[in-house]
């Protein structure tokens, strides 16, 4: 039972960073934060993009909670499940970066899935990345990624719509 509950907070809080990241992803990335999501949207040769101040963001989010989890640094005031929210974040963050920057950005290694999950992840994202500027677009998410035939009819939709300007590679 020790285990047990730090665990399932662990977990949990992972659950909870894909509707984190799909929030603030959509709302924040594509809204008022587009100053420093736009060159994630755009080619270039750099090895670090502003959008990976957000990384930086989601480390203060992590620190921050070990923070008012431990007695050495709260005091009395500790609370200690914000020791495994805070793990939870940090594994999210992990767990994102090897995914979205390795996988799907090729940052790190090359690999294209051919099957399965990945490629599916690996399409929505790409998707993600059909359209032009910050309006309009679809799966925002990441580690649940949605059907890439349904994103693309979403896509064909938008443009037709006059809500988002859609790349002519993207086939929608």
Same mark, same amino acid.
């Given at each position: 039972?020790?285990?047990?509950?730090?665990?399932?907070?662990?977990?949990?809080?992972?659950?909870?960073?894909?509707?984190?990241?799909?929030?603030?992803?959509?709302?924040?990335?594509?809204?008022?934060?587009?100053?420093?999501?736009?060159?994630?949207?755009?080619?270039? %040769?750099?090895?670090?993009?502003?959008? %990976?101040?957000?990384?930086?963001?989601?480390?203060?989010?992590?620190?921050?909670?070990?923070?008012?989890?431990?007695?050495?640094?709260?005091?009395?005031?500790?609370?200690?499940?914000?020791?495994?929210?805070?793990?939870?974040?940090?594994?999210?963050?992990?767990?994102?970066?090897?995914?979205? %920057?390795?996988?799907?950005?090729?940052?790190?290694?090359?690999?294209?899935?051919?099957?399965?999950?990945?490629?599916?992840?690996?399409?929505?994202?790409?998707?993600?990345?059909?359209?032009?500027?910050?309006?309009?677009?679809?799966?925002?998410?990441?580690?649940?990624?949605? %059907?890439?035939?349904?994103?693309?009819?979403?896509?064909?939709?938008?443009?037709?719509?006059?809500?988002?300007?859609?790349?002519?590679?993207?086939?929608?």
């Amino acid at each position: 039972m020790q285990v047990l509950v730090p665990l399932l907070i662990v977990l949990a809080t992972i659950a909870a960073m894909e509707w984190v990241a799909w929030a603030s992803h959509k709302y924040i990335m594509h809204g008022f934060g587009w100053g420093w999501h736009r060159d994630h949207h755009e080619p270039h %040769d750099k090895m670090f993009e502003k959008n %990976d101040l957000y990384g930086v963001v989601g480390a203060a989010m992590s620190i921050s909670m070990f923070m008012l989890g431990s007695p050495l640094v709260a005091g009395d005031y500790a609370w200690p499940p914000a020791t495994w929210i805070g793990l939870g974040i940090l594994g999210y963050g992990i767990i994102y970066t090897l995914v979205h %920057d390795g996988l799907v950005h090729q940052r790190y290694f090359r690999y294209v899935p051919k099957r399965g999950y990945a490629k599916r992840l690996v399409q929505a994202h790409k998707l993600h990345h059909a359209t032009i500027g910050k309006e309009g677009g679809v799966s925002f998410g990441f580690v649940l990624p949605q %059907d890439p035939a349904k994103l693309k009819a979403e896509l064909k939709r938008q443009r037709e719509a006059g809500e988002a300007v859609v790349r002519e590679s993207a086939g929608a």
